[in-house]
């Protein structure tokens, strides 16, 4: 479980998706959208010089030396969040090797990234005037996870997120409705933050709504979700799906709904995420105020009393 004073939304290896809520701070200063997201992929560059140089085999104390010692002040909080070290990305590297080799195509898409984050971010700016816009860093990391969310801003593991071939299969999309994602967890500032698996108030439905904010916000400014693979692995079983939902939903065993996934089209994983993701858009659709709605979803205390407000109802 991720140390407190950290969000992370998805960790992937071999590829499995964890979570964990916590407090995300209203002490990330706001940025200004309207000149773009800070995206710093600085650190993306130096590992592939110390890759490079290493003939594709660097040693642990090369990526200390050389990548982890010199890099952003967001790789190092990175590293410090999810204990990446030399020697653990030098295994890494060792034992699946072509997620760093093919991590380089990720590197292409980057530019477009940022200039649709730039439209995404200023949308949520109009939308949700209070929203913050912290950095995003884009790192090479150990693996996993794919994205981070801590009180220095955003982090991402593009050589985890770049193997998430199960996710969405254009590679610019992924990036950008992954990070958008994130950016639903950087706005949210609530008691449920504070809620990690096995807390007596992580409810399926509780940490379900609060992934939910995060595709819903996705979506919201930048067209998608971010998983993607929900919408067709769920095609024709809403019912049956929103019916067990209902049934668990005060139940904090999660092992049947969050951080079990991806699965696969036979048995999905992580399907809270898109049942929370399906509730918080109704309650959106039947909100007249939107931007009470929007202040409604980043500051959810009541989990039940949300639920009866939204409007939603399992599919039939």
């Known amino acids: 479980m991720p140390p407190m004073g950290l969000k992370t939304c998805f960790g992937l290896w071999p590829v499995v998706l964890i979570a964990s809520f916590v407090a995300l701070a ?9 000149t773009g997201p800070q995206i710093v992929t600085d650190d993306v560059a130096l590992f592939f010089r110390v890759y490079d140089a ?16 010199p890099g952003s002040p967001g790789l190092h909080s990175f590293a410090k969040a999810r204990n990446v070290t030399g020697a653990r990305i030098a295994d890494a590297v060792e034992k699946r090797p072509e997620i760093y080799t093919e991590a380089r195509r990720c590197t292409r898409v980057l530019p477009a990234v940022k200039t649709r984050l730039t439209a995404a971010f200023a949308k949520l700016a109009r939308l949700y005037p209070e929203a913050r816009f912290p950095p995003v860093t884009l790192v090479i990391g150990r693996g996993r996870p794919v994205g981070i969310t801590n009180t220095d801003g955003v982090f991402m593991g593009l050589e985890a997120l770049c193997s998430a071939d199960f996710m969405n299969p254009n590679l610019e999309d992924r990036f950008v409705y992954n990070i958008a994602h994130e950016y639903g967890h950087v706005q949210q500032d609530t008691a449920l933050n504070d809620l990690s698996p096995g807390d007596p108030g992580a409810t399926v439905l509780a940490m379900s709504l609060m992934e939910g904010g995060g595709e819903f916000t996705a979506e919201l400014i930048a067209g998608d979700i971010g998983n993607y693979q929900h919408k067709a692995w769920t095609k024709g079983h809403e019912a049956e799906i929103e019916a067990a939902f209902v049934r668990d939903e005060d139940s904090t065993d999660l092992s049947h709904w969050m951080y079990n996934g991806p699965g696969d089209a036979a048995y999905p994983g992580d399907l809270g995420y898109w049942v929370g993701y399906r509730i918080v858009k109704s309650y959106y ?25 939204s409007g939603w109802r399992p599919a039939a």
Not at 26 to 34: C, D, I, L, R, T
Not at 286 to 307: C, E, G, S, V, W
């Open 54 to 69: 290493a003939g594709g085999h660097p040693s642990a104390e090369q990526l200390d030396r050389d990548y982890l010692g």
């Open 285 to 309: 659709e039947h909100a007249a105020d939107k931007h009470q709605a929007l202040l409604d979803i980043y500051h959810l205390t009541d989990p039940k009393a949300f639920l009866a407000k």
């Open 26 to 34: 209203p002490k990330v200063s706001p940025a200004q959208p309207a």
